[in-house]
DNA sequence: CTCTCTATCTTGACAGCGTCAAGATTATCT
DNA sequence: AGATAATCTTGACGCTGTCAAGATAGAGAG
């Protein structure tokens, strides 16, 4: 559960145990141990106070490597997006040239994803962008998700598997449709006795067949 | 803009002015002044002592009728969902025996909702259903407001306006989609440029247009 | 009308929070 | 080696949610 790689970023390369006055990596530990703070505990124990203190810093250490508490989610922000980009790059390359494939399968990692992290998923689309021009990076990596999702509603359009041909549109679409689905399963707002019948999957495949012209199975 | 009724919730019936050691309404007021702050000030500004304050009463005064914040939260939310409500009514009644322009209309009201009132939205939506035995008021207007959509949908299906034949899932499939859109815009997940060619009921409307097999127009 | 009970509200206190200023420490570059 | 900049600590400020104790007032019983 604790691998290696994981605790290389979580501490400074050099010495693990011994307590230096410059952390070394502390910045990029921040942001793991916040991501930690945010599936142990839940987003309402997520302080600045309390990042710092698991990293073994003082309190307002953050404040040489952020600006204020909205950078520090900025940057979780930007780790989470991350995360997604990266499965979904693997996938593209699994299921070359077979887009509905690409659809499905980034569709359910996007449910996958919301559903192993709910509060990372919930600060990874809180709207830290709103002030675009200050956390560039996360505008950056947002764009390259949507990117990729227009990319394969581009592909499905040339298979025919939509009806309409405004790539944009679609990938809007497609994307509010998949962000909907797990935005309402994680804030709890879909009864119990909708989802006793239909698991996550299930509705998400569901909504994705409402959607093609096509019959889209799990595929799994 | 501040209208009679409002005001008349907001402060207790008797006397306006003077101030009373009991303040005869405050439940309610607490309520709409959390609103008030929520759309003047955004969800950041939001705390009890201020609420309490814009009140008129002291800062401890609010435990008297709600638990915790996420009481008073709830409180508001059970507000924002019973404002969809009315809103759904309304458009049941003047669209009726039309399930397409009844699912059109309500659907433009959910992103109209969203896009007027951003944090009450937010905050509606926001899960404090989580722990259902808490707040059932909050939780039998949830389901009402499902039961609604629901039977639009129902209606829908029986003019063959959907291929699928399981309400539910196309219920939630539906709301998600709604939703998914309306949430993605508030947290300015799309581009700037996106939105810059297409408004949000362009995009709503394509969203539905999606799913349906019939041709789903404005109708304004 | 008065007494009692209970709901409502105030005051005061507590720990935890985000943030800033001043100073200590260490890495980096000339 | 010495200066400069980056990094971290300490201490302080006001604000927050919450609780305990007490003040006030409305409601019902006699």
Redesign the pocket.
Known sequence: MLNLSKYAVLYPVKNMKQK?????N?KNTLIQVGIKILAEEGIGA?????V?KNAG?????P???FK???ALIAAMATEGHTRIYEKNSEIIEVFADMPLQQLVKTACAYLDFGMDNPDLFRITFSGVVERERDYPALVEITQKNFEILREIALRCQAEGIFDADDADLLAVSLWGTVHGLVSLILQGQISGEVLAHNSPRKLLLFSLNQMTRVEVGAGL
Chains 1, 2 share one sequence.
Do not use: C, I, P, T
């Open positions: 230096k006055y410059h952390h070394g502390l997520l302080s600045l106070r309390k710092a810093v003082s309190h307002a250490a404040y040489a490597h204020d508490k909205r």
